[in-house]
T-cell receptor, first 114, second 115 residues
Framework: ETGVTQSPTHLIKTRGQQVTLRCSSQSGHNTVSWYQQALGQGPQFIFQ???????GRGNFPPRFSGLQFPNYSSELNVNALELDDSALYLC?????????????FGPGTRLLVL | AQSVTQLGSHVSVSEGALVLLRCNYSSSVPPYLFWYVQYPNQGLQLLLK??????LVKGINGFEAEFKKSETSFHLTKPSAHMSDAAEYFC?????????????FGTGTKLQVIP
């Protein structure tokens, strides 16, 4: 148990739709990161938020966006879904500003785009 | 730029045998290195990490890894495999400096433990 929860656990969408995935971090964890894990691959860094501001981004297009709230919850939004967006989406929280502290991962949301 | 290569997408060992999972990294700056484990339908759990100092790092569940700068390697070992070790293992690298933790993961190694 990492204290990080994600919802929903599974989701099916069709191409072109929009989706919102949610993450609830441990209390006091000011940093949240989101990762996309395609089948058979390692997680890929999407972006990181610190105190409600994005402070780092991987190689993902702008249709991937996020929000972080003061209550240690966060969202990943994906617009104009594509088939290749089908993956497990993981959030991870850390205390502090996201240096090399241990990241605590949630169980993930599995998204299927048809 | 940084990258991680995990040799062997699948590794099988007998229960009680040595576990060796290989990881090589590439980083333009001194790296932080990690090993994570992922059980089916679960998120990732940190096994161990190397930041600075001692190059032999001990982690949870009896695992350890040695940072070898000259070989750019960070192989994961465990002297005696247990059935509960069957899972997928990911090696990851993060730059030593930087305002945020952009972690790059390898593609993973699935460990099968044969009774």
């Amino acid at each position: 148990e990492t204290g990080v929860t994600q919802s929903p656990t599974h989701l099916i969408k069709t191409r072109g739709q929009q989706v919102t995935l949610r993450c609830s971090s441990q209390s006091g964890h000011n940093t949240v990161s989101w990762y996309q894990q395609a089948l058979g691959q390692g997680p890929q860094f999407i972006f990181q938020y610190y105190r409600e501001e994005e402070n780092g981004r991987g190689n993902f297009p702008p249709r991937f966006s996020g929000l972080q709230f003061p209550n240690y919850s966060s969202e990943l939004n994906v617009n104009a879904l594509e088939l290749d967006d089908s993956a497990l989406y993981l959030c991870a929280s850390t205390p502090g500003s996201g240096g090399v502290e241990t990241q605590y991962f949630g169980p993930g949301t599995r998204l299927l785009v048809l | 730029a940084q990258s991680v290569t995990q040799l062997g997408s699948h590794v099988s060992v007998s229960e009680g045998a040595l576990v060796l999972l290989r990881c090589n990294y590439s980083s333009s700056v001194p790296p932080y290195l990690f090993w994570y484990v992922q059980y089916p339908n679960q998120g990732l759990q940190l096994l161990l990490k190397y930041t600075t100092g001692a190059t032999l790092v001990k982690g949870i569940n009896g695992f350890e890894a040695e940072f070898k700068k000259s070989e750019t390697s960070f192989h994961l070992t465990k002297p005696s495999a247990h059935m509960s070790d069957a899972a997928e293992y990911f090696c990851a690298v993060s730059p030593l400096s930087g305002g945020y933790q952009k972690v790059t993961f390898g593609t993973g190694t699935k460990l099968q433990v044969i009774p």
